[in-house]
């Protein structure tokens, strides 16, 4: 299995344009997770879904920030208009519900917002 | 789910065993403790997780009291690759509940 994909893995952009992280689960899985990584506040937990469905979105910092899961097998998580302080890295983890509460996190994207 | 405490670092000498306590006074009957570790610019990883009775893996053991209120994730003979951030975290297993929270975590560094 070639575990959780993401995509890219850096980024680097300018103030104000719009970025869109991607993630695909391992296959089989149905929840996904989004976390953001930063010195100082940690490892976050932005927004989850089980079965596509999003469960808990309070993490998710402010409307500049949103998540989609069109299928099983696809996620974003879109930030417009980019802004210095989401300078991060923004992992993605998945795991299978019925199973035990393991999550398996993706290599992450590190995000750079200039 | 309830809180964890765990020392903000801890050194080990490599080949020699390295025991990471957590505290969970806190913790619920139906709530299991939960260890990952996160290797330098890598994503966190699962080492080993447990409800009561101690549990054995292949990458480490993990012993937790009686009354639950306590664990130790013991790595038996530590390399330096096993220099990471270790979290413990208590949470409800087999819900639709995702939510896991990562504290600060144990950073331990394994030195030659």
């Known amino acids: 299995d070639a575990g959780v994909i993401q995509s890219p893995r850096h980024e680097v952009t300018e103030m104000g344009q719009e970025v869109t992280l991607r993630c695909k689960p391992i296959s089989g899985h149905n929840s996904l997770f989004w976390y953001r990584q930063t010195m100082m506040r940690g490892l976050e937990l932005l927004i989850y879904?089980?079965?596509?469905?999003?469960?808990?979105d309070s993490g998710m910092p402010e409307d500049r920030f949103s998540a989609k899961m069109p299928n099983a097998s696809f996620s974003t998580l879109k930030i417009q208009p980019s802004e210095p302080r989401d300078s991060a890295v923004y992992f993605c983890?998945?795991?299978?519900?019925?199973?035990?509460?393991?999550?398996?996190f993706g290599p992450g994207t590190r995000l750079t917002v200039l | 789910d309830a809180k964890t405490t765990q020392p903000t670092s801890m050194d080990c000498a490599e080949g020699r065993a390295a025991n990471l306590p957590c505290n969970h006074s806190t913790i619920s009957g139906n709530e299991y403790v939960y260890w990952y570790r996160q290797i330098h610019s890598q994503g966190p990883q699962y080492i080993i997780h447990?409800?009561?009775n101690n549990e054995t893996n292949e990458m480490a053991s993990l012993i937790i009291t009686e009354d639950r209120k306590s664990s130790t994730l013991i790595l038996p003979h530590a390399t330096l690759r096993d220099t990471a951030v270790y979290y413990c975290i208590v949470r409800v297993e087999h819900t639709n509940a995702g939510k896991s929270t990562f504290g600060d975590g144990t950073t331990l560094t394994v030195k030659p």
């Open positions: 983890a998945s795991r299978l519900i019925q199973g035990s509460d393991t999550q398996y």
């Open positions: 879904f089980n079965n596509n469905v999003p469960i808990d």
């Open positions: 447990g409800l009561k």
